[in-house]
């Protein structure tokens, strides 16, 4: 397989080694990835959470304060959402695009045609970053390898008869050409194999993609098994940086897996977020507390899980949603907290039906 070159300036040194995103600085997430410290990406009129991160990143690196051995180094120091992408079809490019055009800058999709318009987020981050005067580097692109068994058999976009490790390569392939780039900011698996030695051929492919520069972070998602999590950090030669799961009741909330997640600098990505949480968002509780911070159920629940050190995924499809949900993140990343005492905090778990009443605080 041949991989694209990247731009020199990105080789910095990632090699052999986990980049490992400082997280769960509480209140503030902090999370480090490689970005161009030579980039002119930062006029004044661009706004957005990657945008300003990125400005304040380069701003700090210049001035000699947060870089790596190489000032090469962003630093990602504020909570954000990420705009999630599935299930939009042929929506999918006019949804990034207006997502964009919101302040969304981190987004997520998978190379999964069955849920996933790939492409789609191509054109649309690439045409509205286009419009605003934005480039590659203002944005934080994630895609996903999913397996045979979670692809639509008549649409599987890799050969199937190849070995694993062939068919993660194929897909990564797939992924650059659909989004319209030469790299990604994160690569994860969108599920584990029934087997870890089926998963760990996944996982070295995925590896050989950081080192050679094309891939910037690894995760992992739908694993909800915490001694599986563990035996994969173990054996990983690059630690995962992202663990993407469903956050619900059934899972009791990943309370272990979160606890392990924060302990070893791995962001945790949540999905289902809203939808599985729904009877709590409609009570008389959240409301009034919602109510009394400006800000809807739903955005207090994205409020609760950055106050967490939690990065939410959020797949609206609604103009009016994407903004405020924007609104909140602009307030967070100014320095309100939302959640004015350990009481609130623990009240919104409570309700949420998390068990010892949430944890992280
Ligand atoms: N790794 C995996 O296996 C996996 C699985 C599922 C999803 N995901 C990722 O997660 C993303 C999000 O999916 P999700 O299942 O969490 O649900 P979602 O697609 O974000 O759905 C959230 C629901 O809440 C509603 N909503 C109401 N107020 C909202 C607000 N202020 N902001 C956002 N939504 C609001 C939305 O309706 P409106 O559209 O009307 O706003 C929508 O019906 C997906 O797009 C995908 O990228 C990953």
């Not at 058999?153 to 780039?181: A, F, G, M, W």
């Not at 799961?245 to 962001?267: G, H, M, P, Q, W």
């Amino acid at each position: 397989m041949r991989l694209p070159a990247w731009p020199l300036y990105n080789i910095v040194s990632v090699f052999g080694r986990k980049i490992s995103p400082s997280l769960y600085a509480f209140p503030l997430v902090s999370m480090s990835i490689m970005k161009s410290v030579g980039s002119q990406s930062c006029a004044e009129n661009l706004s957005g959470s990657a945008q300003d991160d990125h400005c304040n990143a380069m701003k700090a690196t210049n001035q000699g304060e947060s870089s790596d051995s190489k000032g090469t180094a962003m630093h990602l120091s504020k909570m954000h959402l990420i705009y999630g992408t599935a299930w939009k079809k042929d929506d999918t490019a006019r949804l990034v695009a207006d997502a964009i055009r919101s302040g969304f800058r981190f987004i997520d999709t998978a190379c999964q045609p069955k849920h996933y318009n790939e492409p789609g987020v191509g054109q649309g981050w690439s045409e509205a970053a286009a419009e605003l005067g934005l480039t590659r580097q203002d944005f934080y692109l994630q895609t996903k390898f999913t397996s045979v068994s979670g692809q639509d058999p008549k649409n599987i976009p890799y050969d199937r008869t190849k070995p694993i490790e062939e068919q993660v390569k194929e897909s990564l392939e797939v992924s650059l050409k659909n989004l319209r780039t030469d790299y990604l900011d994160a690569l994860v698996l969108h599920g584990p194999y029934p087997s870890m030695t089926s998963t760990l051929k996944a996982w070295r492919t995925m590896e050989s993609f950081v080192e050679q520069g094309i891939v910037r972070l690894i995760g992992v998602s739908n694993m909800y098994d915490l001694a599986e999590l563990e035996e994969l950090y173990e054996k990983a030669t690059i630690k995962p940086s992202i663990l993407q799961n469903r956050f619900y009741a059934e899972s009791d909330f990943d309370t272990e897996i979160r606890a392990f997640c924060k302990e070893n600098d791995v962001l945790y990505q949540s999905f289902w977020t809203l939808t599985a949480n729904r009877d709590a968002l409609a009570t008389t509780e959240v409301r009034k507390l919602a109510k009394t911070k400006g800000l809807s159920p739903q955005t207090l629940m994205y409020a609760f899980m950055m106050t967490m050190g939690h990065t939410p995924l959020d797949g609206t499809t609604n103009l009016k949603h994407m903004q405020e949900d924007i609104a909140l993140e602009s307030r967070i990343k100014g320095g309100e907290k939302i959640f004015a005492s350990e009481d609130e905090l623990r009240k919104m778990a409570e309700v949420l039906g998390m068990p010892d009443g949430g944890m992280f605080w």
